[in-house]
């Protein structure tokens, strides 16, 4: 059986069990080490701009300070990402309980925003293939490992846990021919 080729790049990365456990990694993902912050999709970078208005009272005066000095983004067309703060903290993190939140995300769920947050990380810890064809692989990150136990301990598996995510990336056809397949065996064409 094949996987759907649409959206992963192999089968064994649609077939990982992972469920972030935030309790343990405190939000990792939003504060890994590095010059540079979540890549961006060029057609996010407007709907980062409008949703900035809803997010900025969540942000510490510190981030706040750094997007003013150096702005919310940084590189060029087809390569940018977020700014960092210290190169560690995405700058658009708040923390909540010693766990690191991304405001974007806080302000969509409170019905503030329509844009929830940059692709790359709602998909994470899966990042899209770069070489154009967009399928998804699995980025293993240490502080992860939680998740992975968590997932492996719920059974459940990836494709799952990420429904929306891939639904927003794929559609929901892709992902419905996805879970047929992985659920049931079922080839999709």
Same mark, same amino acid.
């Given at each position: =059986?094949?996987?759907?080729?649409?959206?992963?790049a192999?089968?064994?990365?649609?077939?990982?069990?992972?469920? /972030?456990?935030f309790?343990q990694?405190k939000?990792? /993902? /939003?504060? =890994?080490?590095?010059?540079?912050?979540a890549p $961006?999709a060029?057609?996010e970078?407007?709907? =980062?701009?409008?949703a900035? %208005?809803?997010?900025k009272k969540?942000? !510490?005066? +510190?981030?706040?300070?750094?997007?003013?000095?150096?702005? =919310?983004?940084?590189?060029?067309?087809?390569?940018y990402?977020t700014?960092?703060?210290h190169? +560690?903290a995405?700058v658009?993190?708040?923390?909540e309980?010693?766990?690191?939140?991304? !405001?974007?995300?806080?302000?969509?769920?409170?019905?503030?925003?329509?844009?929830?947050? %940059?692709?790359?990380?709602? $998909?994470f810890?899966?990042?899209? !293939?770069?070489?154009?064809n967009?399928?998804?692989?699995?980025?293993?990150?240490?502080?992860?490992?939680p998740?992975?136990?968590?997932?492996?301990?719920?059974k459940?598996?990836?494709?799952?846990?990420l429904?929306?995510?891939?639904?927003?990336?794929?559609?929901?056809? %892709?992902y419905? +021919? $996805?879970?047929q397949?992985?659920?049931h065996?079922?080839?999709?064409?």
């Open positions: =059986m094949t996987v759907n080729k649409k959206i992963f192999e089968r064994s990365n649609a077939e990982i069990n992972f469920v /972030c456990d309790a990694c939000g990792a /993902c /939003c504060t =890994m080490k590095g010059a540079r912050g $961006l060029d057609d970078i407007d709907e =980062m701009y409008k900035f %208005p809803a997010v969540y942000l !510490s005066k +510190e981030h706040l300070a750094v997007i003013g000095k150096n702005g =919310m983004i940084q590189g060029d067309k087809g390569n990402a700014q960092c703060v190169e +560690e995405c658009f993190v708040y923390f309980n010693g766990i690191a939140k991304c !405001s974007f995300e806080k302000a969509f769920l409170n019905g503030e925003s329509k844009w929830r947050k %940059p692709l790359s990380c709602h $998909l810890p899966f990042r899209q !293939s770069s070489n154009g967009r399928k998804v692989f699995f980025e293993y990150i240490r502080e992860c490992e998740a992975l136990k968590r997932g492996t301990r719920e459940i598996p990836v494709y799952k846990f429904k929306e995510a891939l639904v927003r990336a794929y559609g929901e056809q %892709p419905k +021919e $996805l879970s397949e992985l659920e065996g079922v080839d999709s064409v």
